[in-house]
Structure formats: C-alpha cells, structure tokens
C-alpha cells in the first residue's frame, strides 16, 4: 500500500512538473495538448464531486462550462477577463443552487436523464433567444496569450483535484458516500442529505463555469451549441468510469488515457471516436465497473495474504 | 394568424394527430421493455432511426412500397429484439428476481453507449446527410383540411397498431400474462407466468413498434443518423406522463405531447420546437421525481 503510493506521489509530481514546464519548452500544438488533458482534469474531477460521491450520475455537467463560456463571451471586452471568469464561475454555482433542489429530488437513472435534460433545455433556449435576437455566432479578437490560458487551466485543474481530495477525505465526503449507499438510511441517521447534496451540486458546478470561461478565450469563432455539446458530457462520464476509484486519483488515469484518444480522433473522425467512446461505455459498465483503479486495486487484495483479506 | 385560429385550425389538429400518433407508438415499444425488464433503453429511437433507413434503401434501391415493407422491417426489428434478449439481456438480468435499483442505473449507461454508436456507426455508413423520399405526397381535401396520402397512411397504421396492441394487452392471455408482469412481477411468477417468455416476447414486440415507427418516419419527413434521439426523449416523456403499464393513458399523454408541440410551434416559431420538448421532459421528471415505480407503488 505504501509503495504504491510512493509511486501514484511520484508519478503525480512527474506529470505535474512536465505540465507546467510544457509552455517553456513545447510548441503551440503541444502546448494545447496539454490545455486539453488540464481542461479534462478540472471537468472530470469537479464532475466526481457530485456524481461519484453521492452515485447521481450526472449527463448534464457541460450546461456550467457552456454557461461560463457563453457568459465570458457576452462581455468579452467590456469586463476584464479576470472577473468574467470568476463571474463563469458563480454564473455556474448560481444556476446548480437555482435548479439544484428540484432536480437533486429526482433519483437513479431519472436522475440521469433529467440532468441530461437540463443541459439540453437551457443549450436550445439560448440558441433560440440567439436566433430570435439575430447573432448566431461571434467572432472574438484580442484573446490573451496562451501560456497564459494554460496557467489559469492548470490552476483551475489544481483545485478540483484539491477540491475532489479535500471532500474525498472530509466529513462532508463521508456524509456524500452515506448517501450514495442509502439515501433513506442516511436520512433517517441525521445526515442532513439536502443539504449536503446541493452543497456537492454547487461545489461541483463552480470549477467548470471558469473552465467554459476560460476556454472560451481560445475559440476565435464561437457558437453556442459547440459549448453546451452534450459529448462533453459523456466524455468526463467515460474519464470517470474508465479511472475508477473514490479519490481524486482515479479520474487522472481516465483521464490521460481519453484524452489523448480524443486528441487523436475528435477532430479527424469524430465519428469513429464517439463510436469507440460507447464501446468503452458499454465494456467498462459491463466489465470494470470499478475502472482502472478498481482493477489494480482488485490486484493488490489477491497479492495479499487471505489473513489480512479477512481482518476488518 | 390570431391565435384563436390557430387553436381551431383543423389542419393543425390533423398534424397534432399524426405526430401523436407516432410518439404513441414509439411510447408504445419504449414501455413494453421498460415495463417488463425496469430498462430505460436510451436506443430505442435510434432503433426508430434504422427502421426509417430500412424503409428509405427498400424504397429508392428496389422501389418496393413502404406500406410493404413496414410489416417486413417491423418482423425483422422483432426479431433482432428477440435475438439480442437471447444473448445479451437475459443473461445480464438473471433470474425472476430484478433488483430495479441496479439494473436501471447500469442498463441505462449501457444502452446510452449503444446508442452512441449506432447512431455514428449510421453516419459513418450512410453519410450523416439528411433523407427524404417522395411517397403518396399527393394532396386529399376533407372539408377545409387538406392531408397528403403518406400522413393520413401514417396516422391509420400508427393508431391501429396501437389499439391492436392494447386490445392483444387486455384480451388476449398472452397480453394479460405481460401486464402481470409489468405491474406485479414477483406474483405474476409465483402464479406460474412464464416470465422468461413475457421477456423476450415484449422485447421483441417494442423492437418491432421501434421498428414500425422508423417506416412511418421516413414516409413523413426527413431524417438522419441523429433523428432517433428525439424519439427517445419524447418517448420518455410519454411514459413518465402517461404511466407504466397504463397504455390508454399513454395514449392519451402521446396525443397530449404531440397537441403540445404543434400547438406550441404554431403559436410561437420552429426554433422553440427543441425547447419545449426538453421543456416538457424536465417539467414530467420534476413534477414525478421518483417516476414511474414511485407512483405505481404510491397506489397500492
């Protein structure tokens, strides 16, 4: 157990070293590469706040990136970025306390769909009102550098793994995962699952509303519909179920793993990656439900003795 | 038009009618599965997606009739219904007994990432381009409402196959065994209905309605590899309104969805078309968070 977090600690600090000496070193291409693992590590890991912690598996989470992103772009130029992003960022939490206590009230696979839903009610109701006011698309100029989005991406990357380490670890997890295991028992032990489920609902919407900002100073072209497409969605679902795991370790090794196949495929054949993204779906859901990290986990229980297997 | 035109508008009735009536039947399919096996098949409007490029191929390849090919691509959807129960689903639920919990939360990933890829396993084969044919387009006057052939065709199989099912449902002993199923399934076993075939027949009768639906499609407009999707959704609304089991409800909540969004259209703009059917389908999960179960289990 130990040596293998020696290794997970010293493989996390590798990988975050060569991150943040990419833009010194890599050209424009790498350097968005990277952008891309970063913006799918800040997504997935503020998605597990919510959705692995409490098992309300949400298919909506890219409705606070397009919010973010579509808020940034709004006020492109009249705001200075540094507070449109932080704006993305309470826009989002705002609209998950907004809409948070009806929807958090639905469960299961309803719950599922309902998310998905939203996502998609509030994507076609902008669009329309886009249309209905004449600007389908915009073009942005004067975007800041982008080293500099880069860093702000790493930042925002670095505090959902804190913050999806920090709830792993606290009272505040251990009442999540209560109610992820039994809502009724939960409840009627005293945990405050209202509560606790709308503050993970909030928490998880912050982190990605300034993604959306922030990614939205790399389109120079912007539509809407790009930014609330549903795949971002399935896309942080898969990271997750491929990661496995119930920490903020789990989610990285999906993470990698997409998102390169991503960078490879998304924009040459998109079509052929979203087809190999539901072939994973179906064999991770159907094979490892616990993801990579269950398996290597899975491993190391064989390895040990059966006297320690069997000790509580 | 003033509104209240609208509202009396024959025509506008006539497409609520035929747009209902398609909901109703992929409504139809969608809870005879969920009903039986507690699986919310997010595929079953790309089902309706295949059977409407069957029907397309059948008609500008071979020139046969959609009106011949729908029991075809109906039977042919059965039995690709039947063959996957067989060897997938029988065998990921188990015995009798179904933890509903479980298998709706992990079925429903499941047949989201089938519906992934059949729909861009259909762009990659037949382009993701639009599709349209010409068939009975020409136009019938009744009164002051005037119908093109290929609708009013669409609306007489799509509502017939409906009260053809309810009647198989409450007649027949084959279609009571199958509401016994959907309403109490653990007595319906322990009664001595043979559950096994309760599933692969229902799973084969709503592949075959998906199937059906897909023909009446493509006779009426056009569509693509992602056009399915929204037949999912409106299915799901249908049912969540409507109620398990309860089909002359559903009935009725399929020609209320289809009023709502003619109506809906015709008062405001096409662009709103998306937005209130997602408006619909957040407003039934909200008002019945627990769905169907919940309620069902509310009533006894």
């Known amino acids: ?46 998605w597990c706040v919510l959705s692995k912690m409490t098992g309300y598996v949400s298919l909506g989470h890219v409705v606070f990136y397009g919010l973010g992103a579509y808020l940034v772009v709004v006020t ?18 705002a609209f998950a306390a ?38 389908a698309s915009r073009i942005l100029f004067g975007a800041p550098d982008l ?34 295991e039994n809502e009724e028992a939960a409840e009627t032990l005293g945990v405050p699952i209202v509560r606790l489920k709308l503050l993970a609902f909030v928490l998880s919407a912050v982190i990605p509303g300034m993604v959306g ?15 609330f497409d549903p795949m971002v969605s399935i896309t942080v679902i898969a990271m997750a179920i491929i990661g496995g795991g119930d920490d903020a370790k789990g989610p990285l090794l999906g993470v990698v793993f997409l998102a390169l196949l991503s960078e490879l495929l998304w924009a040459r054949a998109p079509l ?5 993204l539901g072939a994973i779906l179906i064999v991770f859901v159907l094979v490892l439900p616990n993801g990579l990290a269950g398996l290597a986990a899975r491993g190391r229980t064989a390895a040990r003795p059966p006297d320690a297997r069997a000790a509580p | 038009m003033p509104w209240v035109d609208v509202l009396l508008s024959g025509q506008l009735l006539f497409a609520a009618l035929v747009t209902g009536s398609l909901y109703a039947l992929v409504a139809l399919g969608l809870n005879l599965v969920y009903g039986t096996m507690r699986m919310l098949n997010v595929a079953h409007g790309d089902l309706v997606m295949l059977g409407a490029y069957a029907a397309y191929w059948a008609f500008t390849l071979a020139g046969i009739s959609p009106l011949v090919a729908a029991p075809v691509i109906a039977v042919i959807g059965g039995a690709v219904g039947y063959g996957l129960y067989r060897g997938l689903f029988r065998r990921l639920l188990g015995g009798a007994q179904v933890d509903a919990g479980r298998v709706e939360a992990n079925s429903l990933l499941l047949f989201f990432g089938l519906s992934i890829i059949l729909q861009n396993v259909a762009a990659l084969a037949f382009t993701p381009n639009n599709r349209a044919y010409q068939y009975l387009d020409e136009v019938v006057h009744l009164g002051n409402v005037s119908m093109t052939g290929n609708r009013i065709a669409a609306l007489a199989i799509a509502g017939g196959t409906c009260i053809g099912v309810a009647a198989f449902l409450s007649r027949s002993v084959a279609g009571l065994a199958m509401r016994a199923v959907i309403e109490r399934r653990e007595a319906a076993y322990i009664v001595g209905v043979d559950v ?28 693509s590899p992602f056009s399915g999707f929204p037949f999912t959704v409106a299915g799901f609304i249908v049912i969540i309104l409507g109620g398990l089991g309860n089909l002359l409800a559903g009935l009725a909540a399929a020609l209320l969805l289809g009023a709502i969004e003619t109506y809906g259209v015709a008062l405001t703009s096409a662009n709103l078309r998306s937005v209130l059917l997602y408006a619909v389908f957040v407003a039934a999960l909200v008002l019945f968070p627990n769905g169907l179960l919940a309620r069902l289990k509310g009533r006894r």
């Open chain 2, 196 to 223: 096994d075939r309760v599933q692969w027949s229902s799973f084969a009768l709503g592949f075959g309605c998906a199937g059906l639906a897909g023909v009446l499609l493509s006779m009426l407009e056009q569509f």
């Open chain 1, 147 to 180: 080293s500099v989005i880069y860093y702000a991406m790493a930042a925002l990357a670095l505090a959902a793994t804190l913050l999806l380490g920090w709830v792993s670890r606290s009272r505040f997890g251990h009442g999540l995962r209560s109610l992820r």
């Open chain 1, 76 to 93: 492109w130029q009249q705001v200075p970025l540094a507070f449109a992003v932080l704006g993305a960022g309470l826009l989002a939490a």
């Open chain 1, 272 to 276: 052929l990656y979203m087809v190999i």
């Open chain 1, 1 to 46: 157990m130990n040596a293998s977090r020696r290794a997970w600690t010293l493989g996390g600090l590798a990988g975050a070293a060569a991150l943040l000496a990419l833009p010194a070193f890599g050209n424009d291409y790498v350097v968005g590469v990277g952008l891309t693992v970063l913006m799918w590590i800040a997504l997935t890991q503020s």
């Open chain 1, 98 to 135: 907004l809409v948070g206590l009806p929807v958090l009230r639905v469960r299961g696979p309803y719950f599922v769909i309902l998310s998905f839903g939203v996502s998609e009610l509030v994507k076609f109701s902008i669009m329309a009102a886009e249309s209905a006011s004449g600007t």
């Open chain 1, 213 to 227: 900002g922030v990614m939205a100073t790399r389109s120079t072209y912007f539509v809407v519909g790009q930014v």
